[in-house]
């Protein structure tokens, strides 16, 4: 009878716990707290694809803008801008297109854009690169990537000198994405190779002699698959939030994050219908799914950008309340020279913004990551009256200061100038 007592009192006494409010639970815990940026979360995409009345904001996801001229020198001509990157002193810029000397890394002062050298040299000798593609700079050091070599080149930023090369695992062509961690290097290969099977990575852990730490492999049934029909991987999107890259995977429609040596997904982007077949080739097809560009990320928001239908499509998740708002607009195709409709699923050009910071591009796609809590709108001599005209018409920018000095650095420019970078920092 006492121990039945006792078994009683227990019940009644863990009921009233259970009944208590979450929330003086919550304060009594001594859990840890909850780390929201790991945590798994499900964006159900397909069923909120309801256009907002409301614009998509700028301010949303930006706190300042600055403006750095980059100065325009006979050895430092950059061409067409390809893939940058800005540490705390330096801006670093790989060039595209015909440039004498020929394309390598340009490097400029973070705040006067001043001029100070060219890094890398052309060639297939000894630290001798190809074609830059990516470049990414830690430390002392800045890592480039090239076309035709599976390998990092790394430079000394204070005098441009060659150090070593970094081998990288199983790369797609050229590394376009990746990042640098201590003595890690975290890419992005949506690599495939034909030996009987596929074998498809999105995202590789590596040290700096080529070993593979870890890596995120999707589980890919391919029956049926052969050479003719192979899955077509693509580009990766990937960027940076809170030094964690991050990849977005088709193959799974999950966004993986490296925190430090383990892969783990973050967000799964449920699709339903408009998930892209693994075995769809490059078509006319492509448009009727939803094809990912591009991703940005704060404290608060996770916003994507993807084609559907031959219009462009802007998401915004918001990581307390779970509410998914989406924004669409009429774009532009892809103009290629061949005269063939397989492309016109690509998406070239949409508004998909207000950019109530500045007025300037309000075209999401011209943005790029220039480090992970900065991305940049290159102004050259080919955009920049188009920008002129909007940045001219804009109203109720919430720093019409920055806008005159945006306007009086446009109309300064000569026909012969390298850009101007407009840089716009991500909020915390």
Same mark, same amino acid.
């Given at each position: 009878?006492?121990?039945?007592?006792?078994?009683?009192?227990?019940?009644? !006494?863990?009921?009233?716990?259970?009944?208590?409010?979450?929330?003086?639970?919550?304060?009594?815990?001594?859990?840890?707290?909850?780390?929201?940026?790991?945590?798994?979360?499900?964006?159900?995409?397909?069923?909120?694809?309801?256009?907002?009345?409301?614009?998509?904001?700028?301010? /949303?996801?930006?706190?300042?803008?600055?403006?750095?001229?980059?100065?325009?020198?006979?050895?430092?001509?950059?061409?067409?801008? +390809?893939?940058?990157?800005?540490?705390?002193?330096?801006?670093?810029?790989?060039?595209?297109?015909?440039?004498?000397?020929?394309?390598?890394?340009? !490097?400029?002062?973070?705040?006067?854009?001043?001029?100070?050298?060219?890094?890398?040299?052309?060639?297939?000798?000894?630290?001798?690169?190809?074609? *830059?593609?990516?470049?990414? #700079?830690?430390?002392?050091?800045?890592?480039?990537?090239?076309?035709?070599?599976?390998?990092?080149? $790394?430079?000394?930023?204070? /005098?441009?000198?060659?150090?070593?090369?970094?081998?990288? +695992?199983?790369?797609?062509?050229? #590394?376009? /994405?990746?990042?640098?961690?201590?003595?890690?290097?975290?890419?992005?290969?949506?690599?495939?190779?034909?030996?009987?099977?596929?074998?498809?990575?999105? !995202?590789?852990?590596?040290?700096?002699?080529? +070993?593979?730490?870890? %890596?995120?492999?999707?589980?890919?049934?391919?029956?049926?698959?052969?050479h003719r029909n192979k899955p077509n991987a693509n580009w990766a999107?990937?960027?940076?939030?809170?030094?964690?890259?991050?990849?977005?995977?088709?193959?799974?429609?999950?966004?993986?994050? #490296?925190?430090?040596?383990? =892969?783990?997904?973050?967000?799964?982007?449920?699709?339903?219908?408009? &998930?892209?077949?693994?075995?769809?080739? $490059?078509?006319?097809?492509?448009?009727?799914?939803? =094809?990912?560009?591009?991703?940005?990320?704060? &404290?608060?928001?996770?916003?994507?950008?993807?084609?559907? %239908?031959?219009? #462009?499509?802007?998401?915004r998740y918001d990581k307390k309340s779970k509410e998914i708002k989406?924004? &669409?607009?009429?774009?532009?195709?892809?103009?290629?020279?061949?005269?063939?409709?397989?492309?016109?699923? @690509? =998406?070239?050009?949409?508004?998909?913004?207000?950019?109530?910071?500045?007025? @300037?591009?309000?075209?999401?796609?011209? !943005?790029?990551?220039?480090?992970?809590?900065?991305?940049?709108?290159?102004?050259?001599?080919?955009?920049?009256?188009? =920008?002129?005209?909007?940045?001219?018409?804009?109203?109720?920018? &919430?720093?019409?200061?920055?806008?005159?000095?945006?306007?009086?650095?446009?109309?300064?420019?000569?026909?012969? /100038?390298? *850009?101007?970078?407009?840089?716009?920092k991500l909020k915390d």
């Amino acid at each position: 009878m006492k121990h039945l007592l006792t078994l009683c009192i227990g019940f009644f !006494m863990l009921l009233s716990c259970n009944n208590k409010p979450s929330q003086s639970a919550a304060i009594a815990t001594d859990e840890p707290e909850v780390n929201e940026d790991t945590l798994f979360r499900v964006i159900d995409l397909a069923n909120n694809l309801k256009p907002c009345s409301d614009s998509l904001l700028l301010s /949303d996801i930006v706190e300042d803008v600055e403006y750095v001229k980059l100065e325009t020198a006979d050895n430092g001509l950059v061409g067409a801008m +390809n893939r940058g990157y800005v540490s705390d002193s330096a801006i670093f810029y790989s060039s595209s297109g015909n440039t004498t000397p020929p394309p390598h890394i340009f !490097m400029f002062d973070r705040f006067t854009g001043k001029f100070i050298r060219t890094i890398g040299k052309s060639g297939q000798g000894p630290g001798e690169m190809h074609w *830059p593609i990516g470049v990414v #700079a830690r430390d002392s050091l800045v890592y480039i990537s090239s076309t035709y070599r599976n390998e990092l080149f $790394v430079h000394k930023i204070k /005098d441009g000198k060659f150090v070593k090369c970094i081998p990288l +695992n199983k790369p797609h062509t050229a #590394a376009r /994405d990746y990042y640098i961690g201590d003595n890690r290097v975290i890419h992005f290969p949506f690599y495939s190779n034909w030996d009987g099977k596929y074998l498809m990575c999105d !995202m590789t852990i590596q040290d700096f002699d080529g +070993n593979i730490i870890q %890596e995120q492999t999707p589980d890919v049934d391919y029956t049926g698959f052969d050479h003719r029909n192979k899955p077509n991987a693509n580009w990766a999107v990937a960027w940076t939030y809170k030094n964690h890259p991050n990849v977005y995977s088709f193959f799974t429609d999950t966004i993986y994050a #490296a925190i430090n040596d383990t =892969i783990r997904p973050r967000y799964f982007l449920s699709l339903g219908k408009y &998930k892209r077949p693994l075995q769809l080739k $490059v078509s006319v097809e492509w448009k009727h799914y939803i =094809i990912f560009y591009s991703f940005w990320e704060t &404290k608060n928001y996770l916003l994507g950008s993807f084609g559907l %239908e031959q219009e #462009a499509w802007f998401f915004r998740y918001d990581k307390k309340s779970k509410e998914i708002k989406t924004w &669409k607009q009429d774009a532009e195709i892809v103009n290629i020279a061949i005269p063939t409709d397989a492309y016109d699923w @690509c =998406i070239v050009s949409a508004a998909g913004i207000t950019n109530d910071i500045d007025g @300037c591009s309000n075209h999401l796609r011209a !943005m790029d990551f220039i480090s992970e809590n900065q991305f940049a709108i290159c102004i050259t001599q080919d955009n920049m009256d188009e =920008i002129r005209k909007i940045v001219s018409e804009s109203t109720n920018v &919430k720093f019409p200061e920055k806008r005159q000095q945006l306007l009086e650095l446009i109309d300064s420019m000569g026909p012969d /100038d390298n *850009p101007i970078l407009a840089i716009y920092k991500l909020k915390d």
